[in-house]
Structures are given as C-alpha cells and as structure tokens.
C-alpha cells in the first residue's frame, strides 16, 4: 500500500456516528500535557503531534539522548472500566502488556482493509489486562464493537486512565508495540507514517 492510497481513502471516509469511547462526542478538545491531565466526565481528548514536557521517564528520555516527547496519537480520557469500541472492521494484528513505567500497559493492534489497495493499522493502548485473555492474532471485529475495556492506573504504565489510539501506516515487523512518541528531530518522519486520526474518530482535524 502507497500512502497515497491511504490519503485518498482517508480525504472521502464519512463520519460513521461511532465513538471509539462511549460519550467521546462530549469530550472536551485541547492540549493533554502535564498537569492539564484530567480524568473523569467530562471526557478530554486530544494530543496529536503534541510536544509534551510530560514524558520524563527513562523510556522516553534516556540519559544523554535527544529525548521522545512529539505524540503519535489522540488520547481519550475517560473512567477506568469503559468500553473501547472500533470504528472500523478489522482483525487482530498483534496484542501485548507493554510493563514499562510510562507504557501503554496491554495493548491491542488491529489490521484493516477498507478498500481495494489499503491497509493500515490501528493501536489501542492503556487496556485492562482481562482485555487480552483469549484473544488471537486473525479474531475479527465489526465496526462499532466493543474489543476491550479501559485500564486502571496501576495496569497501564502509571498514567491516568486513558486511551491512546493511533493510525499506523508501516509497522514492519513490530507485533503488539509501536512507538507512540518520537524525537523532535523526527517528527515530520513519524507524523507521516502515524497520521492525524481524528478524522476516523469522528473529531474535528484531519
């Protein structure tokens, strides 16, 4: 698949009324970084291609190196235990616990093919744990299902309850991890394989 095929695809994809998290419709919009980071109703959303000074753990910040802080993804806020629902048919990819301090906790990556010559992915991190049990590589999911539950804090890497979701365009060889945050320096590489998914969310942007 050419990124041209995703772009075209993506410019015509009409809003499909599903919320990735019940209620993300009343979600407030804004920047998601640092002590800006609330929980609970209303929901927030938002982070995508942010530079957030957050990230200060040794995962994202390594000592001597230029460290991780631009955001690949939106993040929805919401209460620990709430439904996460795919917006579009797909098939399990890849799932994992990514432990880390500061990861996602488990994780879910689905592959989809909405149309002739495109293929893409999409991550879910900050599950809960049971959101894992028996699931396969190849289990399909309709749009508007529910494929897992929101995390608790102590599930999710230390953050507070949250989902990220992101596109992925090339995942390689990569099975249930992505890079979630890049360099600074990087930004124009990554944004470009991980485009604005706000449009598949049905969220003002891209």
Same mark, same amino acid.
Not at 114 to 132: E, N, Q
């Given at each position: 698949?050419?990124?041209?095929?995703?772009?075209?695809?993506?410019?015509?994809?009409?809003?499909?009324?599903?919320?990735?998290?019940?209620?993300?419709?009343?979600? =407030?919009? #804004?920047? /998601?970084?640092?002590?800006?980071?609330?929980?609970?109703? *209303?929901?927030?959303?938002?982070?995508? %291609? @942010?530079?957030?000074?957050?990230?200060?753990?040794?995962?994202?910040?390594?000592?001597?190196?230029?460290?991780?802080?631009?955001?690949?993804?939106?993040?929805?806020?919401?209460?620990?235990?709430?439904?996460?629902?795919?917006?579009?048919?797909?098939?399990?990819?890849?799932?994992?616990?990514?432990?880390?301090?500061?990861?996602?906790?488990?994780?879910?990556?689905?592959?989809?093919?909405?149309?002739?010559?495109?293929?893409?992915?999409? =991550?879910? #991190?900050? /599950?809960?744990?049971?959101?894992?049990?028996?699931?396969? *590589?190849?289990?399909?999911?309709?749009? %508007? @299902?529910?494929?897992?539950?929101?995390?608790?804090?102590?599930?999710?890497?230390?953050?507070?309850?949250?989902?990220?979701?992101?596109?992925?365009?090339?995942?390689?060889?990569?099975?249930?991890?992505?890079?979630?945050?890049?360099?600074?320096?990087?930004?124009?590489?990554?944004?470009?394989?991980?485009?604005?998914?706000?449009?598949?969310?049905?969220?003002?942007?891209?």
């Amino acid at each position: 698949m050419t990124h041209v095929a995703f772009t075209s695809w993506y410019a015509s994809l009409k809003p499909t009324g599903i919320e990735v998290v019940p209620g993300l419709h009343r979600a =407030l919009p #804004g920047k /998601l970084d640092g002590a800006d980071i609330r929980t609970g109703e *209303p929901l927030r959303v938002g982070g995508y %291609g @942010e530079d957030r000074s957050v990230y200060t753990q040794p995962l994202f910040a390594p000592e001597g190196a230029e460290p991780r802080s631009v955001h690949l993804g939106v993040d929805v806020f919401a209460p620990a235990g709430a439904d996460v629902i795919t917006p579009l048919s797909g098939r399990v990819h890849s799932s994992r616990i990514n432990d880390a301090e500061g990861d996602y906790g488990p994780t879910i990556i689905l592959e989809h093919a909405p149309a002739p010559g495109v293929k893409f992915h999409t =991550l879910y #991190g900050h /599950l809960s744990r049971d959101s894992l049990k028996g699931l396969k *590589p190849g289990t399909a999911f309709m749009a %508007g @299902e529910k494929i897992a539950d929101l995390g608790t804090k102590r599930e999710n890497g230390g953050w507070p309850p949250h989902l990220h979701f992101q596109i992925i365009l090339d995942i390689g060889s990569a099975k249930g991890d992505y890079p979630g945050v890049c360099r600074r320096s990087e930004q124009d590489h990554w944004l470009g394989i991980c485009p604005d998914p706000s449009r598949l969310l049905g969220l003002t942007g891209a």
